[in-house]
Protein backbone atom coordinates (compact mmCIF):
# COMPACT_ATOMS: atom_id res chain seq x y z
CA UNK A 1 0.00 0.00 0.00
CA UNK A 2 1.07 3.72 -0.80
CA UNK A 3 2.31 5.66 1.78
CA UNK A 4 -0.43 8.43 2.50
CA UNK A 5 1.45 11.46 3.26
CA UNK A 6 -0.57 13.66 6.36
CA UNK A 7 -0.44 17.44 4.25
CA UNK A 8 -0.29 17.75 0.27
CA UNK A 9 0.41 20.94 -0.77
CA UNK A 10 -2.76 21.18 -3.40
CA UNK A 11 -2.31 23.88 -6.42
CA UNK A 12 -5.71 24.94 -7.80
CA UNK A 13 -5.36 25.52 -11.65
CA UNK A 14 -7.57 26.53 -14.40
CA UNK A 15 -6.72 24.11 -16.64
CA UNK A 16 -3.03 23.38 -16.48
CA UNK A 17 -2.83 21.07 -13.87
CA UNK A 18 -1.06 18.31 -16.18
CA UNK A 19 1.45 21.12 -17.75
CA UNK A 20 2.57 22.34 -14.51
CA UNK A 21 3.03 18.46 -13.04
CA UNK A 22 5.42 17.79 -16.20
CA UNK A 23 6.89 21.17 -15.51
CA UNK A 24 7.75 20.58 -11.99
CA UNK A 25 8.91 17.29 -12.34
CA UNK A 26 11.10 18.01 -15.02
CA UNK A 27 13.53 20.34 -12.91
CA UNK A 28 13.63 18.38 -10.08
CA UNK A 29 15.67 15.63 -10.13
CA UNK A 30 14.14 13.21 -7.73
CA UNK A 31 10.56 13.79 -8.41
CA UNK A 32 7.82 11.39 -10.29
CA UNK A 33 4.24 11.82 -11.37
CA UNK A 34 2.31 9.00 -9.65
CA UNK A 35 -1.16 9.54 -10.42
CA UNK A 36 -3.82 11.41 -13.07
CA UNK A 37 -7.18 11.17 -12.45
CA UNK A 38 -9.73 12.22 -14.86
CA UNK A 39 -13.62 13.73 -14.90
CA UNK A 40 -16.70 12.00 -15.60
CA UNK A 41 -20.24 12.78 -16.26
CA UNK A 42 -21.06 12.93 -12.66
CA UNK A 43 -20.95 16.25 -10.65
CA UNK A 44 -20.72 18.19 -14.57
CA UNK A 45 -23.61 20.22 -13.55
CA UNK A 46 -21.13 21.52 -10.91
CA UNK A 47 -17.55 21.20 -11.63
CA UNK A 48 -18.55 21.93 -15.54
CA UNK A 49 -15.56 20.03 -16.90
CA UNK A 50 -15.32 17.75 -19.86
CA UNK A 51 -15.69 14.19 -19.46
CA UNK A 52 -12.45 12.39 -19.67
CA UNK A 53 -10.42 15.86 -19.22
CA UNK A 54 -7.71 15.53 -16.23
CA UNK A 55 -8.78 16.24 -12.97
CA UNK A 56 -5.58 16.03 -10.59
CA UNK A 57 -2.26 15.20 -11.30
CA UNK A 58 -0.40 14.17 -8.28
CA UNK A 59 3.67 14.02 -8.04
CA UNK A 60 6.23 14.05 -5.85
CA UNK A 61 9.38 16.04 -5.24
CA UNK A 62 12.17 14.91 -2.70
CA UNK A 63 9.44 12.57 -1.36
CA UNK A 64 6.64 15.30 -0.57
CA UNK A 65 3.67 14.87 -2.21
CA UNK A 66 2.01 17.61 -4.67
CA UNK A 67 -1.40 17.43 -6.31
CA UNK A 68 -2.61 19.71 -9.02
CA UNK A 69 -6.53 20.70 -9.58
CA UNK A 70 -7.84 21.38 -12.68
CA UNK A 71 -10.77 23.07 -10.98
CA UNK A 72 -11.41 26.18 -13.34
CA UNK A 73 -10.67 30.20 -13.54
CA UNK A 74 -12.03 30.82 -9.59
CA UNK A 75 -8.88 31.46 -8.28
CA UNK A 76 -5.74 32.88 -8.83
CA UNK A 77 -1.91 32.21 -6.79
CA UNK A 78 -0.40 34.55 -5.10
CA UNK A 79 2.35 35.73 -3.18
CA UNK A 80 1.10 35.22 0.31
CA UNK A 81 2.10 31.18 -0.76
CA UNK A 82 5.75 30.16 -1.64
CA UNK A 83 7.55 27.09 -1.82
CA UNK A 84 11.31 27.19 -0.82
CA UNK A 85 14.09 25.69 -2.03
CA UNK A 86 17.28 25.52 -0.24
CA UNK A 87 20.18 25.42 -2.19
CA UNK A 88 23.82 24.14 -1.32
CA UNK A 89 25.92 26.28 -3.99
CA UNK A 90 25.97 28.95 -6.91
CA UNK A 91 25.14 26.60 -9.57
CA UNK A 92 22.31 24.79 -8.08
CA UNK A 93 20.35 28.52 -7.35
CA UNK A 94 21.76 29.18 -10.75
CA UNK A 95 20.10 26.00 -11.70
CA UNK A 96 16.51 26.38 -10.30
CA UNK A 97 16.11 30.43 -10.77
CA UNK A 98 16.37 29.39 -14.45
CA UNK A 99 14.32 26.46 -14.15
CA UNK A 100 11.29 28.15 -12.41
CA UNK A 101 11.94 31.77 -13.14
CA UNK A 102 11.49 30.22 -17.19
CA UNK A 103 8.46 32.00 -18.72
CA UNK A 104 7.47 33.62 -15.38
CA UNK A 105 7.16 37.11 -14.26
CA UNK A 106 10.29 39.15 -14.25
CA UNK A 107 8.83 42.00 -12.08
CA UNK A 108 7.81 39.36 -9.38
CA UNK A 109 11.76 38.86 -8.26
CA UNK A 110 13.08 39.99 -5.29
CA UNK A 111 15.51 38.62 -2.59
CA UNK A 112 15.55 35.27 -4.22
CA UNK A 113 11.39 35.26 -5.09
CA UNK A 114 10.12 34.41 -8.18
CA UNK A 115 7.05 33.71 -10.03
CA UNK A 116 6.95 30.76 -12.16
CA UNK A 117 5.08 30.84 -15.42
CA UNK A 118 1.59 29.55 -14.01
CA UNK A 119 2.12 32.50 -11.05
CA UNK A 120 3.68 30.17 -8.49
CA UNK A 121 5.63 32.13 -6.02
CA UNK A 122 9.49 29.95 -5.06
CA UNK A 123 12.23 31.39 -3.16
CA UNK A 124 15.64 30.02 -4.14
CA UNK A 125 17.82 30.73 -1.28
CA UNK A 126 21.24 29.25 0.00
CA UNK A 127 21.13 27.33 3.23
CA UNK A 128 24.09 29.41 4.02
CA UNK A 129 21.78 31.70 5.15
CA UNK A 130 20.63 30.04 8.02
CA UNK A 131 24.50 30.00 9.03
CA UNK A 132 24.85 33.71 9.05
CA UNK A 133 21.41 33.46 12.09
CA UNK A 134 18.97 36.46 12.25
CA UNK A 135 20.87 38.32 15.27
CA UNK A 136 19.90 41.63 14.87
CA UNK A 137 22.64 42.74 16.87
CA UNK A 138 25.03 41.19 15.16
CA UNK A 139 26.72 43.50 12.12
CA UNK A 140 27.82 40.81 9.94
CA UNK A 141 23.89 39.70 9.80
CA UNK A 142 22.95 42.92 9.68
CA UNK A 143 25.00 43.67 6.57
CA UNK A 144 24.42 40.54 4.90
CA UNK A 145 20.73 40.97 5.18
CA UNK A 146 20.97 44.79 3.85
CA UNK A 147 23.05 42.62 0.85
CA UNK A 148 20.18 40.00 0.37
CA UNK A 149 17.48 43.17 0.36
CA UNK A 150 19.38 44.72 -2.60
CA UNK A 151 19.35 41.19 -4.63
CA UNK A 152 16.75 39.42 -6.98
CA UNK A 153 18.59 36.16 -7.63
CA UNK A 154 20.25 35.30 -4.31
CA UNK A 155 24.33 35.57 -5.05
CA UNK A 156 26.36 33.37 -1.82
CA UNK A 157 29.79 35.00 -2.80
CA UNK A 158 28.17 38.22 -2.24
CA UNK A 159 26.39 37.73 0.89
CA UNK A 160 29.48 36.10 2.30
CA UNK A 161 31.25 39.07 1.51
CA UNK A 162 28.59 41.23 2.71
CA UNK A 163 28.77 39.24 6.09
CA UNK A 164 32.29 39.31 6.58
CA UNK A 165 32.57 43.23 5.92
CA UNK A 166 34.25 43.51 2.55
Not at 32 to 52: E, F, L, W
Not at 86 to 98: F, L, M, N, S
Amino acid sequence: MATKHKLSPNFWFDNQAEEAANFYVSIFKDSKITKTTYYGNVGNDIHGQKAGSVMTVEYEIEGQRFVNLNGGPVFRFNESISFIVDCETQEEIDYYWEKLGDGGDPKAQQCGWLKDKFGVSWQVVPVMLEEMGSNPDDPGYLRAFGAMMQMKKMDIAALEKAYRGE
